[in-house]
Each structure stands twice: as structure tokens, then as C-alpha cells.
């Protein structure tokens, strides 16, 4: 079995990395693959970069379109993928294994039978950052029984292997054509909450125990700010998600996960009020106060964490340590 994979990478603004991360594509072992490269109205010299890497080889297409942001990035190189199989890439990220690919299909192919597909298999990463490696290191495939995706999910956020990123996750492309599965254009941490959707329809999931995705956390990327239209944006999501798991009984199953989840995601964010200017931190705290009940459900050992912290400190006094957390911890790395 030789299923075409499509891999899908946004580009903007990013040509000192763009080389390296379409070269670890284009020499990935497995050869079946179409590449497509979403210039992104980027104003630098990524288009002409992309333009040449078409010329060499033809498994490269290239959309050259207005910026519309990360999301609208995606889903234009999703409406144009006719592969299987999907990968997504940042444009600033590149892969680590030449053999990733290949090894992702042979997990596929072995998870397969006469009448089971399998949907998703997702994979580790290493995270590069200024001056530190930070490799995560699970064993997924053992923590991941395919045919009961209720506890494998719990499993995962249990010891915070859960895996947000879409960056992360070798997807059957009928799937999310079929179920209009893109992403909220305009949404920042939008993988948290396309995530969401995408376990909600996936009938099973696999993993491969290998850090295949290189991660570069850089300042100034998107990743690396929190602003007032973050903040919103998470709040969209809490509010989104808790209002469909109260209403929506097809979630039933998975409603513990999917609470766990969301804790997490709260608790990743709520520290980061105390970064925002002054002026504004009253106006979050009380708006992100609303969704504190979520510790309940600590699945995940940092909610677990910030529950007692809360416990023991109260709402605003958590808020400023988990700050000072953060402030410390981007010193550090």
C-alpha cells in the first residue's frame, strides 16, 4: 500500500527557515507525496522561493493567495489536497527523520484490517528554542487501545500526553472533507479547538513512539504571544465547548475527556492574564473567572496542580503566581 500523502504548509514570512523545512519533506523517503506550499501573500521572498522549489520537483504545488492568516492557510491547501492522507507542517518547523513518513504508513498499514480503517496517527516532537532541546518523550502506542477511543483519550490527558497540535497527525483527508472539518479563520490557538472536533468524529486513533516533528519556538511567532485577542479567543473556546458538551449527547461518552481537556486549556492560559497590561487584567481575570469551576476536572496532573494551588491561594493569587510561573520559565528557555 503506497497511499498518496498530501502535506499541507502555510507560509509566511519565514524565508531564512523555509529551505529547511521543504527540504525535510521533499527528502523524506517515502515518495508518494504531494507538497503543497500556501504562500500566504507573504511579502518577503518566500514566493520566489517556492516558485523555484515547483520547478524542481513536480510533486509541488504552489497557491500563491492574500494573507488571510494561519487557518485560512490550511484549509486553502486542505481544498486543494487529493491525497489519502493529510500532514500539516509550519513553515518555520521542519521533519527530523527522513524516515518519519514511511514509518507513519507502516503503522497505518499494520493498524488495519479487512473492515477497520484507521483515521488518525500522531507522532511526538522536539521543541528547539533559543538555548534548550526539549524532547517529548511518551509511549503513545502502549497508552492507545484502537478500538476504545473513550479510554484512550483519558489515558492521554491522565499523563499529559494529549496531543493538541495539528502539526502532530498523519489524518485521513475524507474525514475532515466530508465532516467540513477546517479551521476558524481569525482564531489564534485554533488547533485547540479544531482538536476538539476532530476527536468528536474520529472512530480510532494509533500513534508511533518517535519525535519525527521539529518544533522551533521562536520569538515572535504566533505561538509565543498572548494578547487581548488571545485571551478572547480562549474564552470563545471554553464557552464554545462547555455550552456543546452540556447539550450535545452524541459527546457523552467522551464528556470527561473533553472537560479535562478544556481545564487544561485554562489553566495553560489563565496565568498568562498576569503578563496583559495592567488596565486590562481586572476586565480577563473576571471574564476567565466564570470557567474556574473546570478544575474539578483534573485529569491532567498541571490541572491538578493549579487546583490546589487554588485551594490554597484563592482565585487573584493564582493568577499572579502561575504569571511569575510563566515570566520564569521564557527567561529560562
Known amino acids: 500500500m503506497q497511499p498518496l500523502i498530501s502535506v499541507i504548509v502555510p507560509i509566511y514570512k519565514v524565508e531564512q527557515y523555509l529551505s529547511e523545512c521543504v527540504d525535510s519533506i521533499l527528502q523524506q523517503s517515502y515518495e508518494n507525496l504531494e507538497v503543497i506550499l500556501v504562500d500566504d501573500g507573504s511579502p518577503d521572498s518566500c514566493p520566489e522561493i517556492c516558485d523555484r522549489y515547483a520547478v524542481t520537483d513536480n510533486r509541488i504545488k504552489v497557491i500563491h493567495k492574500p494573507n488571510g492568516g494561519l487557518s485560512d492557510a490550511r484549509n486553502t491547501g486542505l481544498k486543494a489536497a487529493t491525497g489519502e492522507y493529510i500532514l500539516f507542517i509550519d513553515s518555520d518547523d521542519y521533519w527530523i527523520d527522513k524516515n518519519a513518513i514511511k514509518k507513519l504508513i507502516e503503522k497505518l498499514v ?8 484507521c483515521d488518525l496517527v500522531f507522532f511526538g516532537r522536539t521543541t528547539f528554542s533559543s538555548n534548550k532541546i526539549f524532547e517529548q518523550s511518551a509511549d503513545y502506542a502502549n ?105 450535545d449527547s452524541l459527546l457523552n461518552e467522551v464528556a470527561e475527556s473533553y472537560y479535562g481537556f478544556l481545564a487544561y486549556i485554562y489553566c495553560c492560559s489563565l496565568g498568562s492574564i498576569a503578563l496583559m497590561p495592567n488596565k486590562m487584567q481586572g476586565e480577563y481575570r473576571s471574564k476567565y473567572k466564570k470557567y474556574r469551576g473546570l478544575l474539578k476536572y483534573d485529569l491532567n496532573p498541571k490541572v491538578a496542580k493549579v487546583k490546589k494551588l487554588y485551594s490554597l491561594l484563592g482565585y487573584n493569587l493564582t493568577v499572579r503566581a502561575l504569571g511569575y510561573y510563566i515570566n520564569h520559565r521564557s527567561k529560562n528557555n
Open 110 to 117: 499494520n493498524s488495519r484490517t479487512r473492515s477497520f480503517q
Open 143 to 247: 497508552k492507545i487501545n484502537i478500538n476504545d477511543k473513550t479510554h484512550s483519550l483519558e489515558v492521554l490527558l491522565r499523563d499529559a500526553d494529549f496531543i493538541p497540535s495539528a502539526c502532530q497527525k498523519l489524518i485521513r483527508r475524507s474525514l475532515l472533507i466530508e465532516n467540513s472539518l477546517f479551521f476558524k479563520s481569525g482564531l489564534l490557538s485554533e488547533d485547540y479547538d479544531w482538536s476538539l472536533q476532530l476527536y468528536s468524529l474520529i472512530k480510532s486513533f494509533t500513534a508511533v513512539n518517535e519525535n519525527f516533528y521539529g518544533y522551533r519556538k521562536r520569538e515572535g511567532s504566533i505561538t509565543q504571544s498572548f494578547s487581548p485577542k488571545h485571551a478572547d479567543d480562549i474564552l470563545y473556546i471554553l464557552e464554545k465547548w462547555t455550552k456543546r458538551l452540556e447539550t
